[in-house]
């Protein structure tokens, strides 16, 4: 068999491969959502507020969602879901609340060929703020053409600003989205605008419901009950090294959150903590935060078992609940390209503890680990 090198030049495999939207001017798809940084510019904290998720008012069999859908399918046994043929512009109050329920269940939903980044700013946050107060970030752009709750995602050429930030570093940075607010964010919107041309800018999602649950069932009791502190101070730090241009619209944030949290709807507990923002275990002396943040930290890096990569080009919508899973970007594409999206974060309730349960008998439980002698 030849190898690709010796392919002869009649090969036509280059016109067969796929590539993303583009203009041949080599403008943005979306001009209105190029990115505006303003260093004067301040908002208003929201404050703490009463969360009543959606997700409580749902029918479980998502009549309303899934009523138009043509195919279904997950993108991995624990994380992600594809949903063919629908319209998030187009969802009932009650399909709204489903799509929460669902999110829920299965951490993120993608959704394709939609019609939602073209409705405009106001229809846009009007259907995300169904699932909480919009939060407006701290530093992060957003569109030139206005609202402050629209955060924008660039990286070209033209705007190294992202990219730069990373040097020298790893980009895959496993987080939670502002888990320092004290109501941090729940059911969240990212609309795709424009991706690189052939591959890559994807998004990976962990279940952080699996994190938890894949832990031994002692090791599990050890760790609920305990707090962590969660800070923005590196990004602080990062955005402020951009000098005179640098953004800081709000104060830096620290809060304090359950290591194990409960999902008000499903019930579910998941593993709630990252390495971009929870820096120490309370109660515990630094160095043995650091050793159980990092072997914490790794569990969720390495186990790809219940991860998942979001593919996208303009048009995909993902919907994920960051409550049950962490995220991380991919800058896998060439350094120059065009990826180009908004993200929409409600907030949601303030973390809710797991609390230890007395039960040895959890192990037990669990097939997979008394089937291999392991309680």
């Known amino acids: 068999m030849p190898s690709i090198a010796n392919l002869p030049a009649s090969n036509n ?6 590539t993303r939207a583009k203009n041949e001017d080599g403008t943005p798809l979306y001009p209105d959502f190029m ?28 009549p309303n969602l899934l009523r138009n859908a043509t195919k279904v399918y997950n993108l991995s046994p624990h994380v992600g879901t594809e949903v063919e043929g629908v319209q998030l512009s187009q969802l009932t109050p009650e399909g709204l609340n ?24 106001e229809a846009q946050k009007k259907i995300v703020s169904h699932f909480g107060p919009l939060h407006v970030h701290g530093w992060a752009p957003h569109p030139a053409a206005g609202s402050a709750e629209h955060m924008i995602i660039y990286d070209h050429k033209e705007d190294l600003r992202v990219r730069r930030s990373w040097k020298g570093r790893s980009p895959i940075q496993w987080h939670t989205d502002q888990s320092p607010e004290l109501q941090p964010p729940g059911t969240t919107f990212i609309g795709m605008l424009e991706s690189p041309a052939a591959a890559g800018g994807d998004t990976l999602v962990s279940s952080s419901v699996q994190a938890f649950r894949a832990l031994s069932p002692r090791f599990r009791k050890r760790l609920e009950g305990l707090t962590a502190i969660h800070s923005n101070n590196d990004g602080v730090s990062q955005e402020l090294k951009n000098g005179s241009n640098a953004v800081m619209r709000r104060q830096e944030l620290t809060a ?3 290591v194990v949290r409960v999902h008000p709807v499903t019930g579910e507990k998941a593993l709630y903590v990252n390495p971009v923002y929870t820096k120490r275990i309370v109660g515990y002396d630094q160095e043995e935060s650091d050793f159980l943040l990092g072997f914490l930290f790794d569990h969720i890096a390495k186990r790809a078992d219940f991860q998942c990569r979001v593919r996208y080009e303009a048009g995909t919508v993902l919907v994920w609940d960051q409550r049950v899973t962490n995220h991380s ?7 120059g390209e065009r990826r180009h999206a908004f993200r929409l974060t409600p907030l949601a309730e303030k973390p809710i503890p797991s609390m230890m349960e007395e039960d040895d008998g959890e192990c037990l439980k669990d097939i997979g680990r008394a089937s291999l002698g392991l309680c």
């Open 35 to 62: 990115p505006f940084y303003d260093p004067l510019e301040k908002v208003d904290e929201i404050g703490l507020f009463d969360h009543q998720d959606p997700g409580l008012r749902a029918d479980p069999a998502l």
């Open 98 to 121: 489903e799509l929460a329920l669902f999110a829920a269940q299965r951490g993120a939903l993608v959704f394709r060929n939609q019609n939602f980044c073209d409705i405009g700013f």
């Open 13 to 18: 495999l280059p016109s067969k491969v796929a």
């Open 329 to 335: 970007q991919t800058l896998d594409y060439p350094a």
């Open 256 to 258: 304090e959150h359950p």
